[in-house]
């Protein structure tokens, strides 16, 4: 396998590769020289030159793409003709029309190609949704939450991101807003129809300056426009007759990575923190407990994702590791598991924020299309 960009997550994709059992072959940066840098620390086997020299090289066969988004569909695009596994960072790409292209070229290449939507892979995550799926909790009825992350607080803070040529028409929504409601529709079970979004870009101006993501910036660049919202309010109702709303920003100072999801089911509700990923709140009229994670107390949907002894914490980190090796698994001919998040989940993700956009752009509630069933292998 072989690693297209390697920043944050880059690093994050070759610790969860490895333990997986592929073999790091080579890595591309920004430069060739940053590529040396990352492959000397990242221990690949050569820095190639150049991403796009990466996607199409002869020895490789799973292509990671972790740069910033708009080289996603190009990226992706060029390793599926050459005949690639792909794994392509969130958002897909950075709009609909490309999400759609990404979704219609793995299905004719018939590689593997999927969106790393890792919350799906905490143990309480799976609970929640068996408890939802088994009829455990009764019909979701209120679906809500909040994304919430502070990096990017003051003007002073910048990163690819902020622009909307590297990052897309939405940041906040796009970056984080995705992960809230791809988990969402994945615990539930609902899709969401319609939406009705407010968007906050509390800088209209940020200092310049080359910033790692979740890092501080320094202040130092000249001031530049800000075209990308720091946060955004979304109501919305789904397919099964739930309503819901989540607040997704990156400017609420103290919370790091605060993705919390809250469902109220007819009997049940449900809550689950991913700062504290151990435990899922589970609440009845009669008494509210907080279940840990424990295989031997969980379904088997969930227990199968609990590596460790109850009480040794499990984390992001396994979650990637555990995403990771079902796409290698389904890569090597394998049966993918239910709830690998594919293209498909990606294309969702580009529907949702297009709506998104335009919702809060026109002031009005904006229907999301339908999934669609699309032929997708594996
Ligand atoms: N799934 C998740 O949980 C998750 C978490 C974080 C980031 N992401 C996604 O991963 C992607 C990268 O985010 P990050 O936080 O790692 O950003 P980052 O800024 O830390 O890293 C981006 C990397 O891309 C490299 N790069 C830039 N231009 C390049 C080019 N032309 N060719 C090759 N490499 C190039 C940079 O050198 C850098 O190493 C984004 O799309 C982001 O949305 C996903």
Redesign the pocket.
């Known amino acids: 396998m072989a690693i297209?960009?390697?920043?944050?997550?880059?690093?994050?994709h070759a610790r969860s590769a490895r333990l997986a059992g592929g073999r790091l072959v080579g890595v591309?940066?920004?430069?060739p020289a940053?590529?040396e840098r990352?492959a000397a620390s990242l221990g690949a086997e050569r820095a190639f030159n150049?991403?796009?020299e990466?996607v199409t090289s002869d020895d490789v066969d799973v292509v990671h793409?972790?740069?910033?988004?708009h080289?996603?569909r190009p990226?992706a695009e060029a390793a599926l003709a050459a005949g690639k596994h792909v794994i392509c960072?969130?958002?897909l790409a950075m709009d609909v029309l490309g999400a759609q292209a990404l979704v219609d070229a793995a299905a004719e290449a018939g590689r593997q190609a999927a969106?790393?939507?890792?919350?799906r892979y905490y143990p309480t995550v799976r609970e929640a949704r068996e408890r939802v799926r088994t009829g455990a909790t009764g019909p979701v009825r209120i679906i809500h939450g909040n994304y919430l992350q502070d990096w990017l607080l003051h003007p002073e803070d910048d990163?690819?991101?902020v622009d909307e040529q590297l990052?897309g028409a939405s940041r906040a929504f796009?970056?984080i807003g995705s992960?809230w409601c791809d988990l969402a529709e994945f615990v539930t079970g609902h899709r969401i129809t319609r939406v009705c979004a407010r968007m906050l870009t509390a800088f209209p101006e940020r200092a310049k300056s080359s910033s790692?993501?979740?890092e501080h910036g320094n202040g130092a660049g000249e001031m530049r426009e800000v075209g990308t919202e720091d946060a955004a309010i979304v109501q919305f109702e789904t397919d099964r007759g739930a309503v819901g709303s989540t607040v997704i920003s990156q400017i609420s100072a103290g919370r790091k990575n605060q993705l919390f999801l809250e469902v109220a089911a007819a009997d049940e509700s449900l809550a689950f923190n991913q700062e504290e990923p151990e435990t899922l709140w589970r609440g009845r009229r009669e008494a509210a407990i907080v279940v840990k994670r424990d295989a031997e107390a969980m379904s088997a949907a969930a227990a199968r994702y609990a590596v460790l002894p109850p009480g040794h914490p499990q984390g992001?980190a396994d979650c990637?590791d555990a995403f990771v090796a079902e796409v290698y698994a389904a890569v090597a001919g394998g049966e993918a598991p239910d709830g690998l998040p594919r293209f498909t989940d990606g294309l969702r993700a580009a529907r949702i924020i297009e709506a998104v956009l335009s919702s809060a752009r026109e002031e009005r509630w904006v229907e999301v299309p339908a999934p669609e069933t699309l032929a997708v292998v594996g």
Do not use: M, Q
């Open positions: 297209a960009g390697a920043g944050f997550i880059g690093a994050v591309a940066a920004s430069s940053r590529s990352a150049s991403a796009e990466l793409i972790c740069t910033p988004n080289l996603h990226l960072e969130k958002p969106v790393p939507f890792v919350y990163n690819w991101r990052g796009a970056d992960h790692r993501a979740f992001y990637f």
